[in-house]
């Protein structure tokens, strides 16, 4: 019973914090949007909330995005390079704005479609088989990695073999883990 209080909990924080997120969109949005302002106290407002901004739609899962930029260096040259897109966060051009128009919907409806899942039970299932893609996913390394594949193998496979042992032997699987709880 104390593991289902548990778990509730999980889920409560889950869906609270997202739905708090959700709920933070008009408040994050107001202040990209002073980034535009003629009010030079609005835009060092904007300024100093960048990395909140940053944090929300990362947080959300949303990636960073590039454009593209063309410019004169002069002589009739050009240099083409790409740009970050929250890291111009700031930047007055409508394609970057845009942009992050963009990346700021995209999070809200991340952190909408997370409060949902926190009540679907298959979400919390998917999560449960597939830890070791969400643990090296948090690590940093992509899910394409055959490190991870052959991780995740190795947890489906004790999986099965520590869940063929309770059923067959629970009563030596329980000794077991008391008396190895005894002498800790």
């Known amino acids: 019973m104390k593991y289902l209080y548990i778990f509730l909990t999980v889920i409560a924080l889950h869906a609270l914090y997202n739905l708090i997120n959700y709920l933070r969109y008009p408040l994050i949005e107001k202040y990209f949007l002073k980034n535009f302002s003629s009010d030079s106290s609005e835009k060092m407002d904007a300024m100093s909330r960048k990395n909140q901004i940053i944090r929300y739609i990362?947080?959300?899962?949303?990636?960073?995005?590039?454009?593209?930029?063309?410019?004169?260096?002069?002589?009739g040259q050009l240099a083409s390079s790409t740009i970050s897109v929250l890291n111009n966060l700031s930047?007055?051009?409508?394609?970057?704005?845009?942009?992050?128009?963009?990346?700021?919907?995209e999070a809200k409806g991340n952190y909408w479609s997370k409060f949902i899942n926190s009540f679907n039970p298959f979400y919390w299932l998917r999560i449960i088989i597939f830890?070791?893609?969400?643990?090296?996913?948090?690590?940093?390394?992509?899910?394409?990695?055959?490190?991870?594949?052959?991780?995740?193998?190795?947890?489906?496979?004790?999986?099965?073999?520590?869940?063929?042992l309770i059923t067959v032997f629970p009563d030596e699987i329980k000794n077991f883990i008391f008396s190895i709880l005894n002498i800790s």
């Open 131 to 164: 830890i070791p893609k969400y643990i090296f996913s948090y690590l940093g390394i992509k899910e394409e990695s055959i490190v991870l594949k052959i991780f995740q193998l190795i947890y489906w496979l004790l999986a099965v073999i520590f869940t063929f």
């Open 91 to 105: 930047n007055n051009r409508q394609d970057i704005a845009s942009s992050v128009m963009n990346c700021l919907l």
């Open 58 to 75: 990362k947080y959300a899962g949303v990636e960073d995005r590039y454009i593209p930029v063309v410019q004169p260096v002069g002589y």
